[in-house]
């Protein structure tokens, strides 16, 4: 099993930035960030392969990075250009193999205001 822990949510202004980290409890295979927004389904915001290799939702695009720590078992999520509609639960699921079930984090709150 892994734990993990988001942190660095928290309310910002539209067109400011924000990094959210997902630490986890031991080495991990991958991981995504998701978000979930009030009366909206979870959705797949980044991701990121065990080779380094990324992935966006179009609607952050160019605005939104995932990275990570391999030293930490860390990975960010950094947010920048931040609009109203990226408000929403994030959370943090990550596998510790190919074939692994994913494991969830609490998930962090990440409030922008127009």
């Known amino acids: 099993q892994v734990q993990l822990v988001e942190s660095g949510g928290g309310l910002v202004q539209a067109g400011g930035s924000l990094r959210v980290s997902c630490a986890a409890s031991?080495?991990?295979?991958?991981m995504d960030w998701y978000r979930q927004a009030p009366g909206k389904q979870r959705e797949l915001v980044a991701a990121?392969?065990?080779?380094?290799?990324?992935n966006y939702a179009d609607s952050v695009k160019g605005r939104f990075t995932i990275s990570r720590d391999i030293a930490k078992n860390t990975v960010y999520l950094q947010m920048n250009s931040l609009k109203f509609e990226d408000t929403a639960v994030y959370y943090c699921?990550?596998?510790?193999?190919?074939?692994?079930?994913?494991?969830w984090g609490q998930g962090t709150q990440v409030t922008v205001s127009s």
């Open positions: 699921s990550a596998k510790t193999g190919a074939l692994s079930v994913a494991y």
């Open positions: 031991r080495s991990i295979f991958s």
């Open positions: 990121m392969d065990s080779g380094g290799n990324t």
